[in-house]
């Protein structure tokens, strides 16, 4: 087992009963204080441990890694650099520094005073420089939702879906942390009838519920990865919400794929849970029929079940949740997704992101997009303050959350929050 993972451990630090951030967790992320640069972080309970305080004080010096500046720096790429081996073993470490059994980390007063901040008083930045960016399309009950609308109900799936893990590459630069607000993207749209486009702010803003995974080592230009190695290259997970504009998107899409309908704002959970502290929930993924082709086979559980909803917040009034799914849903798990994306040779590289495609299960309930619960707009969702929505409206946020939970232990994201700002004036 995983030392961090033990599920009877207790930290000394207070931990709620039903938060995301157990001992068992120690995720990590950049946070900053109030007139400071940012610093690699963890969190238990309401609790950010600046780690590059715990390293000055010595806390990893058995360790003997490779560089300790990595704990200074207000990205998280350099630390991910120093490969699993290092990485975990400072994961191992912080279980043991906050476990109630070590009464002398307890009463160390220069560790409470100088690394330990509420969760509340501080902000969190981009917990990754994102290199490149994919975005797949990987729950077939998405797709097939999908083609219902778009193209025909009796061909959903188009013939290469079961056989390609289909993706396309976006945009990192727009990838911004939970908190950002959006603006209201603008476009061109073709109106209903209409034989020109016109432009506009979207009027069919839309959210998409994912998780991306963020890779933790290099490969070079040529090489490929087999799907018996891939997890060795996932450093963790982040619930990822790819925002869309489904008008300017349908407009713009032919022949080539989503562009500007997708790149004006994709928001981001602030901590990295380890794809290690994942290891107690792995599920067995659906059943891939027909058989996919030899380089994307694999052995074992890859599909990890984390369960995951979505809700909408009016202005000024309560949220309402209007999706509940789980990442087990997804047909291609992460490790076909990055073989996948290698196996033409394509260079993988430390702090690349890999969004899943929007996570959509069987029920209604369960569908990742608002376009597929108010199945384009037919159905409203009805809100908790009287009103409806059939997409987002301005000054509305959406928030995403995501966990595991077993009988022992509860693994989780804690939220990404995104406002919803009207168009900016021209
Ligand atoms: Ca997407």
Not at 208 to 222: D, I, W, Y
């Amino acid at each position: 087992m995983i030392k961090a993972n033990d599920p009877n451990r207790k930290s000394w630090i207070d931990v709620s009963k039903d938060s995301d951030f157990p001992i068992q967790n120690i995720p990590f992320g950049i946070y900053k204080k109030e007139g400071a640069q940012g610093a690699v972080a963890t969190r238990i309970g309401d609790t950010v441990i600046d780690l590059s305080v715990l390293s000055r004080l010595g806390y990893f010096d058995h360790l003997n890694l490779e560089d300790t500046s990595v704990f200074e720096k207000c990205r998280l790429n350099d630390f991910i650099g120093l490969g699993k081996k290092q990485t975990n073993a400072v994961r191992d470490a912080l279980a043991d520094i906050f476990d109630s059994a070590n009464t002398k980390a307890a009463s160390d007063s220069d560790l409470k005073g100088q690394a330990f901040y509420k969760a509340d008083d501080v902000e969190m930045l981009m917990p990754v420089e994102v290199g490149d960016y994919t975005d797949f399309y990987s729950s077939k009950e998405h797709a097939t939702n999908v083609g219902t609308m778009f193209r025909d109900p009796d061909n959903a799936l188009l013939p290469n879906w079961k056989h390609i893990p289909v993706g396309y590459h976006g945009r990192s630069s727009s990838i911004v942390v939970s908190g950002t607000p959006i603006h209201r993207p603008k476009g061109q749209t073709l109106p209903k009838d209409a034989n020109k486009p016109v432009f506009g702010p979207t009027k069919l803003l839309d959210f998409e519920l994912e998780m991306a995974f963020v890779t933790g080592k290099q490969t070079r230009l040529g090489d490929s990865i087999r799907t018996a190695e891939a997890e060795e290259y996932i450093f963790g997970l982040v619930l990822f919400n790819d925002l869309s504009a489904r008008d300017i998107q349908k407009w713009e899409y032919v022949p080539l794929g989503p562009f500007l309908a997708k790149s004006f704002g994709s928001p981001i959970s602030p901590w990295v849970v380890t794809l290690e502290a994942f290891e107690p929930f792995r599920v067995e993924g659906p059943k891939q029929e027909p058989e996919v082709l030899p380089y994307l086979k694999f052995d074992g559980k890859k599909s990890y079940d984390i369960d995951l909803e979505v809700a909408i917040q009016p202005e000024k009034a309560e949220a309402t949740t209007v999706c509940n799914s789980n990442f087990k849903y997804m047909y291609w798990n992460m490790s076909q997704q990055l073989t996948h994306q290698s196996v033409n040779g394509c260079n993988i590289n430390v702090g690349d992101m890999y969004a899943s495609g929007t996570i959509s299960g069987p029920d209604k309930g369960s569908f990742g997009s608002m376009l597929e619960l108010t199945w384009r707009g037919q159905n409203p969702v009805k809100m908790a303050d009287g009103t409806e929505r059939k997409f987002i409206h301005d000054h509305d946020t959406i928030i995403m959350r995501g966990h595991s939970k077993n009988a022992n232990t509860r693994i989780g994201f804690g939220e990404v929050k995104t406002k919803i700002l009207p168009a900016k004036e021209d």
